[in-house]
């Protein structure tokens, strides 16, 4: 049996909201089993990273973590895909660039109505946060984008599928193309 | 008097007259051509440049350019739809558009036209600027996040609504929308039947109370794209 390509997925500065639409694509997953192979995943715990046809990451660049995990994905993943509008334009979590980082910081840890003896963190264990959320593409190179928050359930079916097929050119349906 | 003459769009022959401009003549004869800036019920501005075209081979924007006789106009080519695309991702990245929960989502053209022109992604990096939400207003919200400068609202509010509420103040990358007070727009004489709300392409200018009535997929544009009432193409 020859092996099948392999998939690994990531979770960046998103919300898992992706992640969940993969798993909307119902029984289709049974099928897309019998194609690929996980690697490295939130739904399956795999911890270490293997060499991937293709990884789909969900989230922007957020922190220092973010970073790291984009730049290995890029390194293990022949082809590698922004899934969902976090990935491909910063999203939800980018709306915090219009605002200094000092400010952001004060007013979730120090001067938020909810914080009592608040001190911004700074374990030198957590990852820092980087100056702005950044879409994955001004990151390192993506290979396709699929924006949507999430992307439909048929719209990530239909980006696997074509991922898998070899062929050439990716024409997304109209129906399928949205921002929200 | 104006004469009937012939221009040919896309290798397709249309009527029009003299000095019509060539996007309305294209578009009256059931020919798209996107576009942003212009609207059907005001005069043209020029200032988007999505409508560009080819005429006998220079690049015009085809909203204000009197059509004359025997024009070859091409509108649908490999080079003027990436042009376009080029604008409209221009339009993205300059302000800060956050579709996801943008009560325009659906029904906003300059999202319709993005989809029509099949664009996934910018190609320039988003600049993020920080921009104001000016929400004194009774009944509106003015969101420069997400004003595109058409000067739409302009237009209609000289020319159909008899005030001047609004106006494109400063130039170049600092071109910003003002209103017509000390303040804000809710210092101005702007009545919620102004015509200027109804023109705004974007979610820039809304009114209160009146947000996510449509459900996801039933929205103008979910299913059908932006000048499908017309013939020709991107
Ligand atoms: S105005 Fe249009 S493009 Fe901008 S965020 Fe709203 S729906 Fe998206
Ligand atoms: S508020 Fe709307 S109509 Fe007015 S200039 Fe901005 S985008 Fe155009």
Known sequence: MTEKPKVATASLAGCFGCHMTLLDIDDRILSLIDLIDFDKS????????????????????????????????RRKCTILVSMGDCATSGGIPAMRNTVPLK???????????????????????????????????????IDYHLPGCPPSADSIWAVLNFLLSGEENLELPYELIKYD | MKEEIT????????????????????????????????????????????????VNGRHM?????????????????????DLRKAVIEMLFVEGNHFCMFCEMSGKCELQAVAYRLGILVPRYPNLFPQREVDASHPDVMLDHNRCILCGRCVRASDEKDGKHVFELMERGAKT???????????????????????????GALLIKDTAYRIPIGERQYDKTPVGSQHKGNK
């Open chain 1, 42 to 73: 939130p739904i399956d715990d795999i911890k270490e990273l293997g060499d991937c046809t293709v990884g789909l990451i969900e989230g922007g660049v957020s922190n220092s973590e973010n970073l790291e995990t984009l730049r290995e994905f």
């Open chain 1, 103 to 141: 400010e952001c910081l004060e007013e979730a840890y120090l001067n938020g109505p909810s914080v009592v003896d608040g001190v911004i963190p700074n374990d030198p264990d957590l990852p820092s946060i980087l100056d702005r959320v950044y879409p994955c593409h001004e990151v390192v190179k």
């Open chain 2, 7 to 54: 221009i040919t769009i896309d290798g397709v022959e249309i009527k029009t007259k003299t000095g019509e401009f060539i996007l309305r003549a294209a578009l009256n004869a059931g020919i798209y051509i996107p576009h942003l800036c212009f609207h059907p019920d005001l005069p043209p501005h020029g200032s988007c440049r999505v409508c560009t075209v080819k």
């Open chain 2, 61 to 81: 924007a085809s909203c204000t350019t009197p059509a004359e006789d025997g024009m070859v106009i091409t509108s649908d080519d490999a080079e003027l739809l």
């Open chain 2, 176 to 202: 910003r929308l003002g209103v017509d007070a000390e303040n804000n727009l809710g210092e101005t004489n702007l009545s919620i039947d102004d015509k200027a709300l109804d023109v705004c392409p974007v």
